[in-house]
């Protein structure tokens, strides 16, 4: 059975940091590219990052670059998100994607809320 778990969303005050854990199980997640997207109500679900199987390549939302890092753990099969410097705007449910094979995994997604 495929699982993608996030974890570490939460309360956070503007300037702060979170770190999103997604944990994996069910697939050999060394051949997936795993991404980060987030959704806010009324918006389409858009890219924050994305890193490649091995974890050579990475890719970020042209806002979000200098201020999240996205990174890999093929041995824990979990992809984090380092989350840097935050603002209002990037409240959001945060979602965990697994792609490859014509395959396309979604975990169940955080909330991360950015508020004083």
């Known amino acids: 059975q495929v699982q993608l778990v996030e974890s570490g969303g939460g309360y956070v005050q503007p300037g702060g940091s979170l770190r999103l854990s997604c944990a994996t199980s069910?697939?050999?997640?060394?051949?997936?590219?795993m991404t980060w997207y987030r959704q806010t109500p009324g918006k389409e679900r858009e890219l924050v990052a994305s890193i490649g199987s091995l974890g050579r390549t990475t890719r970020y939302a042209d806002s979000l670059k200098g201020r999240f890092t996205i990174s890999r753990d093929n041995a824990k099969s979990t992809v984090y998100l380092q989350m840097n410097s935050l603002n209002p705007e990037d409240t959001a449910v945060y979602y965990c994607?697994?792609?490859?094979?014509?395959?396309?995994?979604w975990g169940q997604g955080t909330q991360v809320t950015v508020s004083s």
């Open positions: 994607n697994a792609k490859a094979l014509g395959r396309n995994y």
């Open positions: 069910g697939f050999t997640f060394s051949n997936y590219a």
